[in-house]
């Protein structure tokens, strides 16, 4: 699909597709709820902002990658159809295989409560069968309002049933890492892959004060991000899964990250709404699975 066709799933003033200097083309929305960026390349959101507020919902690296084939820092990068470590070991990009891929736009609409939608596909190639063998259709469908929804639906084009496991990898933008609790995961059982896989059981609030890459199994419920440094809380509701990722960097990998910044770790958690961990998802031949999240600031 080249600039000139994505004309058609433009809106008048709600949205808009421009070129960006790197190469990559980002809708933009901008209705009266919110204002939104989202990248065709890797079919990832990078920003969302409701009208009423100042600071954006997302982080993304100021020495972020904008380069084709490699991911980019922050937003909300897609994970699929595997997270975290190839599970086979076979030397395959930890995080699947669609966070450094083009994506297609397929649909936009203006809803009836002002909001403004964008569904972007990718589906099976040549290239993506050589690292996974199956076909698929992949839509991100992506929802602009007060309130931020974003959806994950995998559909199982092939013949045979398929397993995943996968992510919406989300990066908040915080005020100061070190007046931040997670809330909701109360008596929640976690991996800790910060502790050698680790199995601990969370007690109270989740504060953050040394590296975190845990995985929450057997949630349920909203999580809230109470951030005091900015003042808001974000709120996550998912569903289609029982899974929740935290992690932060902190001090040493942040600096041994070529795309993040040194300090970036103090402004930055990701919370992620996955199938990870112990629970994969199986999809029968010619079903499809979602996977979704809300997200509201107040």
Request: net charge negative; charged share 20%.
């Amino acid at each position: 699909m080249n600039f000139d066709e994505l004309s058609r799933y433009e809106i008048d003033g709600e949205l808009q597709f421009i070129e960006i200097e790197h190469g990559f083309v980002y809708a933009e929305i901008n209705n009266a709820r919110a204002h939104a960026t989202v990248s065709t390349y890797s079919g990832q959101l990078l920003s969302y902002r409701p009208k009423d507020r100042q600071e954006d919902l997302l982080f993304v690296s100021d020495k972020a990658y904008y380069e084709a084939g490699k991911a980019i820092k922050g937003g909300i990068p897609v994970c699929w159809p595997w997270f975290g470590p190839d599970p086979e070991n076979r030397g395959r990009p930890a995080h699947g295989f669609v966070r450094n891929r083009q994506w297609q736009v397929s649909g936009s609409e203006s809803l009836a409560d002002g909001s403004t939608k964008i569904i972007l596909s990718i589906t099976d190639s040549e290239a993506t069968r050589a690292l996974w063998p199956h076909p698929f259709q992949l839509d991100i469908e992506i929802t602009v309002g007060d309130t931020l929804r974003v959806e994950l639906v995998t559909h199982n084009t092939g013949n045979d049933s398929i397993t995943i496991s996968q992510a919406l990898h989300s990066y908040f933008r915080v005020g100061d890492i070190t007046s931040v609790s997670v809330l909701g995961l109360d008596g929640i059982n976690y991996i800790d892959k910060a502790n050698d896989s680790a199995r601990k059981t969370q007690a109270g609030p989740l504060t953050i004060s040394s590296e975190v890459d845990r995985i929450y199994t057997d949630t349920s419920g909203d999580l809230t991000i109470d951030d005091a440094s900015l003042e808001r809380k974000i709120s996550i509701a998912s569903s289609g899964c029982s899974t929740a990722v935290v992690w932060n960097p902190w001090v040493n990998i942040a600096a041994s990250m070529a795309d993040l910044g040194d300090d970036d770790y103090l402004q930055m958690l990701c919370v992620e709404t996955a199938n990870a961990g112990p629970e994969t998802v199986t999809i029968t031949a010619g079903d499809c699975y979602r996977l979704s999240a809300e997200y509201s600031i107040t």
